[in-house]
């Protein structure tokens, strides 16, 4: 009797510890994920990455009503707070891209970066 009891208790305690380890591996996960995305120092050239990758600018083009063609242009949609905006999918502005998916989380944090760093070219 003493025998089954103390395999429950170790049963119980062995599930206890994955579970706890589980949870903490994926939260040193998610904090690495985030810790891996480097917004110093954020240059219009990579903006412009950005936005070429996640395929803005076929759309937004010299024609388009919101252009993000050039320096100038990205510089303008980023100041009037458009560029954040959209990506970010905030109440108010035309969610871009205007599919229900944003695009990467560090792409996001990377242009917020940029504009608060003073838009550098």
Known sequence: MKQTVFFIFLLFLTCIL??????DSVE???QNNTN???TTNVTY???????SNN???GCHGAASSVPLNNYENVKAAALSGRLVGAVEHLS???PMPNSNQKIPECDRK???AWINQGTKN
């Open 18 to 23: 994955s579970v706890h380890c589980k949870k």
């Open 28 to 30: 040193k996960s998610n």
């Open 36 to 38: 891996s995305c480097d």
């Open 45 to 51: 050239a990579r903006i412009f990455s950005i936005l």
């Open 55 to 57: 395929s803005c600018t």
């Open 92 to 94: 108010g502005f035309t």
């Open 110 to 112: 990377a242009i917020k």
